[in-house]
């Protein structure tokens, strides 16, 4: 081979690598702030709502976002084993969760963006729409004196049995009278056809069921909840959320570990924002800033003609 030929022979083998290089980065970075493709790992209690952002936000930019909804448990090993680089999650990460973060020299970028309830349900065939606290946390501990016939939850590693296990200081998984499925929409479903369970769901699968989950949410009822050291029912409703009323409350965190201006900051943003906030307030939830609302004030008041 002469030196021509080498010459030749580098130089195509120096084009093959960088567009090599480049095709693997753009493989790598499929997103921006507000365009492109991206994955966001979603606890399922809280899937309606989220639906409803990703919605609104698809149509606003060109973005295409993949929701895969689990349980808060395989949400947070989806993250911690770099599966997903972003999650939606029903509690903010503990100290020890992050510096799991800090050893692989990732900062997530956690965001608080609504208030959600953890309801209490009943098929309407019962006759009580009220529940103690105290009789739910004794009934965990395997109390069977209450009231109670059973417990049914979503799943045993969803974010529900995880705060109801906190809540009794017990877990809820292999205790007697206590059931799991995969789904929130399996427990609205299975409490509307059984008098005497109580279904342990995020709220927002009442405020916004899927079309095909509306008749058996007409069948149950939500139950009013008397906290641990108060002697009033209070139901998870938008104003008692706001206020700081009902017992079973929690927040809601976009957690966004890309570690690059990509989607998950920019849908972190919009859930923030203005826009966001506002689709949050309409589902019935509790935004994490109320948004504002434009007064125009006239200097002229005019009749309308006849």
């Known amino acids: 081979m002469n030196k021509v030929a080498k010459t030749i022979t580098g130089f195509l083998l120096l084009t093959l690598l960088f567009v090599f290089s480049c095709q693997k980065k753009g493989e790598e970075q499929l997103d921006s702030i507000i365009e492109g493709k991206a994955t966001i790992y979603v606890d399922e209690s809280i899937l309606p709502i989220v639906e409803d952002v990703e919605a609104v936000f698809e149509t606003q930019y060109n973005a295409k976002l993949h929701l895969v909804a689990q349980s808060e448990n395989e949400v947070l090993n989806a993250i ?3 599966t997903a680089t972003i999650a939606i999650l029903t509690r903010d990460l503990t100290t ?3 510096k799991v973060f800090q050893s692989k020299k990732i900062n997530p970028k956690i965001t608080p963006f609504a208030t959600d309830a953890v309801a209490l349900i009943k098929s309407k065939t019962a006759n009580d729409t009220l529940v103690a606290l105290q009789d739910v946390i004794a009934f965990i501990k395997g109390n ?4 109670i016939k059973g417990l049914v ?3 045993a590693n969803s974010s529900t049995a995880r705060y ?3 809540m009794a200081g017990v877990s809820v998984n292999n205790q007697k009278n206590i059931f799991s499925f995969k789904t929130n929409q399996e427990v609205i479903e299975y ?3 059984h008098e005497g369970m109580i279904g342990v769901i995020g709220i927002n699968w009442i405020f ?3 079309l095909d989950l509306q008749e058996s949410v007409d069948k149950v009822n939500v139950l009013g909840v008397k906290g641990i050291d108060s002697n009033e029912y209070v139901f998870p409703t938008q104003d008692n959320l706001a206020q700081g009323k009902y017992p079973l409350a929690r927040h809601l965190y976009i957690v966004n570990c890309q570690g690059y201006s990509g989607l998950g900051m920019g849908f972190a943003s919009f859930l923030g924002g203005e826009r966001g906030q506002r689709i949050i307030l309409k589902s019935g939830l509790v935004p994490e800033r109320v948004p504002t609302r434009k007064i125009v004030i006239r200097n002229k008041i005019t009749k309308d003609k006849n």
């Open 191 to 193: 409490v509307s056809q």
């Open 208 to 210: 916004q069921p899927p």
């Open 80 to 82: 911690f084993n770099d």
């Open 164 to 166: 109801m296990s906190a």
């Open 153 to 155: 939850f979503d799943n």
């Open 96 to 98: 020890q969760e992050l």
């Open 144 to 147: 069977t004196s209450t009231n």
